[in-house]
């Protein structure tokens, strides 16, 4: 395997982490802001009134992108099925 064709498959790697990992992580990061203003607002300042909020929209989350992000997930992997045996010679 050239070093041309590892750096190209970890930058594809990284980028196919990256797309999956961001809808679940703005969705969370989305329910925490409102919760934090809830918090600020009421002046509540309990810590584990903003797990739950942040766990179901992460659900929430899979739910909408879950058959997205389970495509993209195995057309990566089929392309590096397909990359493996040529770069094994």
Do not use: C, H, Y
């Not at 909408?64 to 040529?86: A, K």
């Amino acid at each position: 395997m050239s070093p041309e064709t590892a750096v190209n498959i970890i930058q594809k790697a990284l980028l196919v982490a990256l797309l999956l990992a961001a809808p679940l992580l703005i969705f969370g990061m989305v329910a925490g802001l409102l919760v934090s203003i809830l918090q600020a607002v009421t002046q509540v300042q309990e810590m584990t009134l903003s797990f739950i909020p942040k766990m179901l929209a992460i659900v929430v989350a899979m739910f909408v992108f879950g058959q997205w992000m389970l495509i993209t997930l195995v057309r990566f992997s089929r392309e590096i099925f397909d990359i493996l045996p040529q770069s094994v010679k």
